[in-house]
């Protein structure tokens, strides 16, 4: 199994990285971890640096593009976040991924109608699958188009669900879920609660360092 | 001016939201603030100073248009005008509010990155906060007039990312060469910008 993520600039310290290395280990012992990074020091010595700049001073976020790159992985590779949590194993993310398009978590925890009014999407790109080729048309835009994109678009999210739904596959429900929000609209909706899925994501929570520290301390593993 | 026709308009789309676009509601709300009233006022007055006589507008990131277009209509007469908006509820609302006005038209389209031949003389965009800088407009068009607003307000999560401080950073945005009218005033605590020119 291939993971990446990317760290550019100070907001997340390597722990974060190493962090996810640690959790990654404990399901998938032969699992290839890259990290996509402005600055490689103090990340574990078997973690796979891959060099970038910072080409987003403002908002870091926009970095991620550079994910999108034909050719830069040569298997489909699950991206994470640096800040979330793996509960249980990822096969299920590559299992049901589709070979020719990006796939991508829907924010399933809110009614399409108020994802759209909180964040303008139902897109969230916490988590991705990415192959050697199912990100092309994203990666065409960006060299066409990034000084537009950037400037009328806060993050990816937005810009993909207003520019690139047809090239895009939701992953199924229930492989991961928000801290903050919950899992699935209407049904499983309760806040700040941890839950036996694959992948937590802090996404808006405000005590997202306090749980997390909490949860690397104990090592504990849910399910 | 008749407050009394937007009103009426908004009056009218509201039912249409309440039974097709519920989450629109705050939004749709919003649409007749103050502030926007005031900033459309606050057009109409300059453009009309600077070209008394207009026969077609097209607005880009139109939204509703439902003070624009009376304000506009007031100002010069019932004359053409296409609304531009990427959001296809909105547009659909706009499309109800406008159904029995022949001469506004209004168009499902993303004006950051479709092609789109604007027909009108006058170009407007009183939303250039939210998205790319208006020279990728400007550019393709050396005949019309530009009436471009922005505002300094960057608090706006999610929204107001490519905020103007002042004129001539929206004009330098803009790549307006030919100014006509450039000016800024305190609306709602915020300094709103507008530069109307070629």
Known sequence: MQVVSVKVGKLYGVEYVNQLYKQLLTFHKDCVYYCMTDDPEGLHKDIQIIKITDSFKERKWWNKIKLFEPGLFNEPTIYLDLDCYIHTPLDKFLETSHPDKLNILKTAWFSDGIAKKIHMCNVNSSIMVINDHNCEPMWKECHDHIDRMYKSFYGLDPWLYRRHMSSMQFFQPGLAYSFKHGCMYPLDIEQNKLRQLPVCIFDDAQNRKEVLDGLWQSSKVMG | ?198
């Open chain 2, 1 to 198: 001016m008749d407050y009394g026709k937007v009103q009426k308009l908004w009056a009218k789309g509201l039912g249409y939201v309440a039974d097709n676009h519920i989450y629109k509601y705050k939004d749709y709300s919003e649409a007749v603030f103050d502030t926007q009233i005031e900033s459309k006022e606050w057009l109409c007055h300059q453009l009309k100073k600077v070209k008394p006589d207009v026969k077609h507008i097209s607005i880009l990131a139109s939204w509703y248009g439902l003070v624009a277009v009376p304000f506009l209509y007031e100002t010069f007469g019932e004359i053409d005008i296409d609304l531009y908006d990427v959001d296809e509820y909105t547009t659909d609302i706009a499309k109800h509010i406008w159904n029995d006005y022949p001469k506004v038209n209004v168009h499902t389209k993303d004006v950051v990155f479709d092609d789109i031949d604007y027909k009108g003389e006058v170009i407007i965009n009183t939303s250039c906060e939210h998205m790319m800088d208006m020279k990728y407009i400007t550019k393709n068009y050396n005949d019309k007039l530009f009436v471009f607003q922005s505002n300094d307000n960057s608090n706006v999560k999610w929204l107001h990312i490519n905020c103007a401080m002042n004129q001539g950073e929206l004009i330098e945005q803009a790549g307006l060469t030919d100014i006509k009218y450039a000016g800024s005033k305190i609306i709602y605590e915020h300094k709103r910008i507008m530069v109307i020119g070629k």
